[in-house]
């Protein structure tokens, strides 16, 4: 629950459209898989949102 009230948080701070919160929620689960997480984190959200600027060139 804490990950999707972030995630929310980051989709209305940030402004984000449907799109780059897809992309965002998809690279998080790469990062946690890598991890071996079984959830999503909120540490693999906030390195996913880091990634942000690359992953919109």
Do not use: C, N, W
Not at 18 to 47: C, F, N, P, S, W
Request: avoid cysteine; charged fraction near 35%.
């Amino acid at each position: 629950k804490e990950e999707q009230h972030l995630m929310e948080k980051i989709y209305t701070t940030m402004d984000l459209s449907i799109r780059a919160y897809d992309k965002i929620i998809k690279v998080a689960r790469t990062i946690a898989d890598l991890k071996q997480h079984e959830k999503i984190q909120q540490g693999d959200i906030a390195e996913a949102v880091s990634y942000r600027p690359v992953l919109f060139k």
